[in-house]
């Protein structure tokens, strides 16, 4: 089975390039076993995030927020293209044939449409088709190493009177008790983080103060405004935070949800109507399977890349 959501992390056909009109002085801002990413690297991915910082109520703050999520983004871009050069992984002929066909299909244009929208944008199309052969090699190499399985019992069990989401753009405004943690942090360091937000969301339940409790103990960037990290679209959430966030309905507060940027406790302030889970009657049984797969495939992934930045070198020079 493809999963269609979770190696959107990855894995990003590039139709567009994104130039850079400030002056960046190029410095390296981590460190990631014998790789380094440069400032440059960086500008350049957060030159796709502007319109969202535009957007916000608090660009000084977005910005901080979204540059620190967009690091560690390619900080396990790093790590698991280090792990895919470890595997030798071959791109035949047919298979970049494939890609590009499914490029040309998924955004209705043909293969001179897409020399002209790349040469527009001053992408040699020999260098865009090596881009597509490390996505290829990148997209082999999860499904040789990352499984997930959905049996028809979990399937009819979910069509019982369980509901499921679909809809990666839908919003919600969220409010979080954010703990970062080491790279190099133990199982026994994790634990202990996982213990201390369960006190504070289990207090956060009870007192209902979900601000104070932020603020006096939120290590995130957004503390000092009670945790309220605005409205997002659950695709800009961290993959185990938006799927908590599927199942949650407003007013209600999370367990300590684990990821590879810390540990979250969130608060749904609100929900957009698309947000809200929708009943299986309408879905045939291979739709509600694939979005089970992508939902375990998610987790599976932030898994692995956990698992990878415990044993790696990863030193953040911000």
């Given at each position: ?59 000084e703050l977005t910005q901080k927020t979204i540059r620190s999520q967009v690091l560690s983004d390619m900080i ?80 009819q069990s979910f069509k019982s009177g369980q509901v499921i989401p679909d809809n990666p753009d839908a919003t ?147």
């Amino acid at each position: 089975m493809k999963n269609k959501n979770a190696l959107g992390l990855f894995v990003v056909f590039m139709l567009g390039s994104f130039p850079l009109h400030a002056k960046i002085v190029d410095r390296v801002v981590a460190v990631v076993n014998n790789d380094a990413i440069t400032e440059l690297a960086l500008e350049r991915a957060m030159a796709m995030k502007q319109s969202e910082i535009k957007r916000s109520t608090n660009p000084e703050l977005t910005q901080k927020t979204i540059r620190s999520q967009v690091l560690s983004d390619m900080i396990n871009q790093k790590l698991l293209q280090q792990e895919i050069i470890k595997a030798n992984i071959e791109v035949s002929d047919d298979d970049l044939a494939r890609a590009i066909a499914n490029v040309l299909q998924k955004n209705g244009i043909n293969i001179e449409i897409l020399r002209a929208e790349l040469a527009g944008k001053g992408i040699p199309f020999e260098s865009y088709k090596e881009q597509l052969k490390d996505q290829i090699r990148q997209t082999k190499f999860m499904q040789q190493h990352i499984t997930a399985h959905v049996s028809d019992e979990e399937v009819q069990s979910f069509k019982s009177g369980q509901v499921i989401p679909d809809n990666p753009d839908a919003t919600v405004h969220l409010a979080v008790i954010f703990f970062p943690l080491d790279p190099d942090a133990s199982t026994k360091d994790v634990k202990d983080v996982v213990r201390k937000g369960r006190k504070i969301s289990d207090k956060a339940r009870q007192k209902g103060d979900f601000a104070k409790l932020a603020r006096d103990n939120s290590k995130g960037p957004e503390a000092k405004e009670g945790g309220d990290l605005g409205t997002k679209s659950l695709s800009e959430l961290p993959a185990p935070v938006a799927a908590a966030v599927r199942k949650m309905g407003t007013g209600m507060i999370s367990d300590p949800i684990i990821a590879p940027q810390g540990i979250y406790i969130i608060k749904v302030i609100d929900k957009s109507a698309s947000a809200n889970l929708q009943p299986e009657e309408s879905k045939s049984d291979e739709g509600l399977r694939q979005n089970l797969y992508n939902e375990r495939m998610d987790q599976e992934i932030n898994n692995y890349m956990m698992k990878l930045r415990r044993k790696a070198y990863v030193e953040i020079l911000e």
